[in-house]
Structure formats: structure tokens, C-alpha cells
């Protein structure tokens, strides 16, 4: 089993900053991806973006891009979302998902690839 335990959400005002963490623990595949998705009440999850551990290619959902990073640490086996110039419509429950089958062959957006998932974390953007 893999455990993923995000951290960082909270309340900011519009235009702000957060930071999101994802701390991997357990049996991790160095072979896979990390993605973050987000969930907003009424509505379906929604891929943000995602990182492979070992290939270093970067994907965004059209949503946020432009406005947030994703990136990794290999040493603390952590991925973190980097997320400026918030909008309301970015409050929702923050998930972070490890895909173990990623090869650099395909794009990582869709939720059902993925095998891991956290328990998530609250971003509220406020107006």
C-alpha cells in the first residue's frame, strides 16, 4: 500500500497564494506519476496537473493554467502544488493521487489511472 497525506489548504483571499504538499509513504513506485485533482461540491473531480517522478514532463488542466506548479522533491518523497492568483473558483477539496503505471506515453489527466489517492484538503478562496 501507498499512503499519501496532503497539507497546505486553507483560507486566502482572492489573489492569493497556497502551497499544497503531498507526502508519499509505503511501497512508492519511482516509475510513476503524482497528480492533483480537486473536487468542488456539485460538481465532478477535475484533474489540476501532474508530474512524473522520473520523466519530468508537467501537465496542467486548462482551468489553472498558467497560475500554479507542480513539482517534486525526491529525497522527501513529496510533491508539492505551487498555486498563485487564486479565484473563488478555485475553493474546493484538493486531492493527491499516484499513478504507478506512468511511462511518459501518455497524459496523466484522466482519475481512473490513478491508484493511490489522499484523503484531501480544503483550499477556500474568499471574495
Known amino acids: 500500500q501507498v499512503q499519501l497525506v496532503e497539507s497546505g489548504g486553507g483560507l486566502v483571499q482572492t489573489g492569493g497564494s497556497l502551497r499544497l504538499s503531498c507526502a508519499a509513504s509505503g511501497r512508492t513506485s519511482r516509475a510513476g506519476a503524482m497528480g492533483w485533482f480537486r473536487q468542488a461540491p456539485g460538481k465532478e473531480r477535475e484533474f489540476v496537473a501532474a508530474?512524473?517522478?522520473?520523466?519530468?514532463?508537467?501537465y496542467y488542466g486548462d482551468a489553472v493554467k498558467g497560475r500554479v506548479i507542480i513539482s517534486r522533491d525526491y529525497a522527501k518523497n513529496t510533491v508539492y502544488l505551487q498555486m498563485n492568483s487564486l479565484k473563488p473558483e478555485d475553493t474546493a477539496v484538493y486531492y493527491c493521487?499516484?499513478?504507478?503505471?506512468?511511462?511518459?506515453?501518455?497524459?496523466?489527466?484522466?482519475?481512473?489511472?490513478?491508484?493511490?489517492w489522499g484523503q484531501g484538503t480544503q483550499v477556500t478562496v474568499s471574495s
Open positions: 493521487a499516484a499513478d504507478r503505471d506512468y511511462n511518459g506515453r501518455y497524459s496523466p489527466t484522466p482519475s481512473w489511472v490513478y491508484d493511490y
Open positions: 508530474i512524473g517522478w522520473i520523466d519530468v514532463r508537467s
